[in-house]
C-alpha cells in the first residue's frame, strides 16, 4: 500500500513521504498527515522477538512508501548502532508492578529527541537525493532545549546542509545550554532569543511560508526544512519505539499479545503522544494516551473542554522542554478529530492565531485522550517518591508523566499496564533532580552533577563529560524581530 501525505489544511496539496520529509512544513502552513493509515505487515507475536532496528525498519517502511528497502535498511543502520546510543538494546525497559519506564535516553544528547534526531539527517538526504534537489538544505529548528542539541548532533558536518537552532535564552536547563553552545561543526549555527518557545517557534513557521523569505533562502542557494517534529521525518521513527516497548512486554511475559496498554507521555509539542496515537493505527492495542503536562497546562485543559485557549501566562518551569503554550503537533490530531475536514482544521487554526483560541466538541478520538498536569512541587516529590519506592531516579519531565498516571490511576482504577514515556536522563537536569532530595548547594551544577552520581549509582553519560571540557562556540542573542535577519546572516 503506498501511503501519499497531504497537508492537514489543504486536501489538495498532497505530496510523496520523501517530498514531505524534505519540505517539512506544507505551503499552506499546514502539516503533512499520511492520507491512510498503513497496517503493520507482521503478526504483534512475530514482532517479540525482534531488534530495534528490525521494529524501525518495518514502521518506517509501512509510512515512508517512495523509500526503497534498502534506502531504509542504510538510514536505521547508520542511526541505531552503538555508535550513536550507549547501550545496545538502543531503548530500555524499567518495570515496577504495572508501570514500565521506556527509557528513550540512551543517545548522543540523553533526551528522546536522539530517537528521531539520529536517524532524521540520513532520511532527508536519501530524501534530496530521490528528488533530484541541488540545493542545500537549511534546517531552521527552535527548542525548548533538547531538539536543538539533538539535531546539531544529527547533522552537524552533514555535506549539503546548514543547521540553524533558536532557543529561548534563560529558558533552558544549564547543562542544555551548554551542550548547545559548545556544538561543534561549521554547518552548525545556535542563537538565543529574548523571548519563549512558543515565540521562537512561530518565527519559525512563518519563515518557512513568508514567499520573500524563500526566495532570499533559494538565491543563496538553499532550501528549507524543519527538524522539528512537525516534520513526518521525526514522528515515523517515534512510532517505532512503542511498537517495539509493547514487543518487549509480550516476549518479557508481562502482557497477552492482543492485550491493551496505556501510555503516559510527558508533553510540550504532541509529537512524542501523536507517534503513540498513530501507533495504534497501524495496530498497536493502546487503550487511553494520558497526555501529562506541567503547569503550562493548556493541553490538560483542551482534553477536559474541547476548548484549546492559549491566552494564559506562560511559566518557566523545572521542565522546561514542555514549557509550550502551542502544542504544533496537536493540529494533526484535530484534523483526525474533525473527519479530515481540511477547511475545518484551517478555520481553527486561523482562530489560534488570530483569537489565540479554539473550540472543538468532544468526541471518541478526544476522548482517548486523558489530559492533566503537573505542578514544580509535584514534580520533585515525584522524583522523591519514585526514588524511595523503586530506588530509580527520574528526570523533571518523566516526573511528569509519572506523576500525572498516579493520578489517573487513582481517579479512574484503571491499572492495566502502563508505558511512561521516560523522555531525559536525570543528568540533563540536575538541579531540579537534586532538589528533590536537598535543599542547600544547589548552585554549582558540575558539583550537582556529581551528587546525582553518588545518588543514583548510574555513570554520568558522555554527553556531561563532554560539556565539562568543551568550550563555548556560539554567542549571538537577537530578538524575535531580529530572527529573520540572523538567518540570511548565516548565509552570507
Ligand atoms: C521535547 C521533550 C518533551 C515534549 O515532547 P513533545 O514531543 O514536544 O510533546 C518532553 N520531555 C523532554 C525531555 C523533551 O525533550
Redesign the pocket.
Known sequence: MSIIYQSTRDAKNRVSASQAILKGIAEDGGLYVPQTFPTLPVSLEALADMSYQEIAFLVLRAFLSDFSDDELRACVNSAYSTTKFDIDDIVSIQSFGNKHYLELFHGETI???DMALSILPYLMSTAAKKNGSHKDILILTAT????GKAAMAGFADVPHTKIIVFYPKGGVSHIQELQMLTQKGDNTHVIGITGNFDDAQSAVKAMFTDTDMIEKVNQAGYQFSSAN?INIGRLMPQVAYYVYAYAQLVKNKVIRCGESINVS?????????LAAYYAKQIGLPIDTFICASNKNNVLSDFFATGTYNKNRPFYVTN?P??D?LI?S?LERLIYHAVEQDTQKTRDLMHALSQQGEYHVDLNDILSAFYGDFATEDNITAQIKRTFDNYKYLI?P?TAVSDFVYDMYAEKTGDNKHVVIAS??SPY?FPKSVMSAFRHDNLDDDMALVDALETLSNIPQPQAVLDVKQATIRHHKVVSVEEMAQSVLDCLS
Not at 525548548?144 to 531538539?147: A, C, H, K, L, R
Not at 507521555?265 to 503522544?273: A, L
Open positions: 533526551a528522546f529527541k525548548s532545549g533538547d531538539t517534529s507521555v510527558p508533553t510540550g509539542n504532541f509529537g512524542n503522544i521542565s522542554s514542555m509550550i502544542s503537533n528526570d519531565h523522555t531525559a540533563k
